[in-house]
């Protein structure tokens, strides 16, 4: 098929088309909190806790960011999949409240018991955001630990 310049009408005929409107589409909110931790397994002699997590054993903290995707199709009385105001309203009350600023090995109760990896606090987060959503809104949710750091849980499509 050549290529060739979409008019402004055929824009518009896009969106108003019901193929194109039935289309899943992503939107994303991203917040940021402060937090320390410490890999380590309380079981395990620090010796053993050295060997298994290296310097990440001491106590230090990260500037963690935290990316939510949901996925759906566009609401035609909005123009929305869902309102992010909404979703960073759930994120907040969910996540961000109780682990901004915290000890995540020791201050934050529905982590107890969890080494407080990157990938673990992104399972958490992922089953604190999903309940509070409507079913099967929810596509992934992706923490960054550092810049060069993220672990992501997701429902396949
Ligand atoms: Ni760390």
Redesign the pocket.
């Known amino acids: 098929m050549a290529l060739r310049d979409l008019t402004d009408a055929d824009t518009a005929a896009a969106v108003r088309n019901p193929m194109t409107c039935s289309r899943m589409v992503l939107v994303s909110r991203r917040e940021s909190f402060n937090a320390a ?1 410490q ?1 380590c397994d309380p079981s395990l002699s620090d010796a053993e806790n050295k060997r298994l997590f290296g310097k ?1 054993a001491n106590l ?1 903290g ?1 500037n963690y960011v935290l990316e939510v995707v949901v996925a759906g199709e566009i609401d035609d009385a909005t123009g929305y999949v869902f309102d992010l105001k909404r979703l960073s309203d759930v994120i907040c009350q969910r996540v961000i409240q109780d682990v901004d600023h915290r000890n995540l090995n020791t201050d934050v109760a529905w982590l107890n018991g969890c080494i407080p990896t990157a990938e673990n606090l992104a399972l958490a987060f992922w089953e604190r955001i999903r309940s509070e959503l409507p079913e099967g809104l929810l596509r992934s949710v992706r923490l960054w ?1 550092t810049d060069k750091n993220w672990a992501e849980v997701g429902d396949p499509v």
Do not use: Q, Y
């Open positions: 931790h890999l990440c230090h990260h630990e």
